[in-house]
Nanobody, 115 residues
Framework: QVQLVESGGGSAQPGGSLRLSCTAS????????MGWYRQAPGKQRELVAT???????NYAPSVKGRFTISGDNLRNTVYLQMNNLNPEDTAVYYC?????????WGQGTQVTVSS
């Protein structure tokens, strides 16, 4: 079993920045994909950004150039630096980890962008 704990959500004004963190614990495998999805009210959950165990990032077109995903050397924590936020980024952000064909989810953290 894997547990994911997120932190760093909150409110920001348009053009502002926030940083999310997610730490995994439990039965961790060396080969994995870890990252973030988000779900806005009335919409489906969508990919934001992911990072493989060998540091290969993948971004949704809507956030590319504004968001940066990174990981720590232990490969159990990922960060999402979100810059130039806009109201369309408002959503609950979920950390996720895929390993050994199993996907795990965090509890979600709210990000609200408004003036």
């Amino acid at each position: 079993q894997v547990q994911l704990v997120e932190s760093g959500g909150g409110s920001a004004q348009p053009g502002g920045s926030l940083r999310l963190s997610c730490t995994a614990s439990g039965n961790l495998f060396n080969y994995f994909v870890m990252g973030w999805y988000r779900q806005a009210p009335g919409k489906q959950r969508e990919l934001v950004a992911t990072l493989t165990h060998d540091d290969s990032p993948n971004y949704a077109p809507s956030v590319k150039g504004r968001f940066t995903i990174s990981g720590d050397n232990l490969r159990n924590t990922v960060y999402l630096q979100m810059n130039n936020l806009n109201p369309e980024d408002t959503a609950v952000y979920y950390c996720t980890r895929l390993q050994n064909l199993n996907r795990y989810w965090g509890q979600g953290t709210q990000v609200t962008v408004s003036s």
